[in-house]
Nanobody
């Protein structure tokens, strides 16, 4: 059983910074993709950023230049450094882990979500 445990959300003023962490535990394939998604009230869940086990990153246009995703493969942990936060960044942020997309051994896992609120 794979579990994802997030931490680091909270309330911050516009222009401030927060760092989210997500630790994965269980039987995890070493070649995988970890990432962050977010969902604002009444909206769909959207990609924020992803990072492969090899270190390749992908960012949503809305956060490029402000957010940085990193990971520690030895600890199966992913981080999201969020800088220059805006009110529109307010959402529940979900950690995501996947591997084997398009194969018989594909897996997808989600964390429980952590609230990020940016006050203007």
């Amino acid at each position: 059983q794979v579990q994802l445990v997030e931490s680091g959300g909270g309330l911050v003023q516009a222009g401030g910074s927060l760092r989210l962490s997500c630790a994965a535990s269980g039987s995890i394939l070493s070649t995988n993709v970890m990432g962050w998604y977010r969902q604002a009230p009444g909206k769909q869940r959207d990609l924020v950023a992803t990072i492969t086990s090899g270190g390749s990153t992908n960012y949503a246009d809305a956060v490029t230049g402000r957010f940085i995703i990193r990971r520690d493969n030895a600890k199966n942990t992913v981080f999201l450094q969020m800088n220059s936060l805006k009110s529109e960044d307010t959402a529940v942020y979900y950690c995501h882990l996947k591997w084997g997309s398009g194969t018989y051994y594909s897996r997808n896992y989600w964390g429980q979500g952590t609230q990020v609120t940016v006050s203007s």
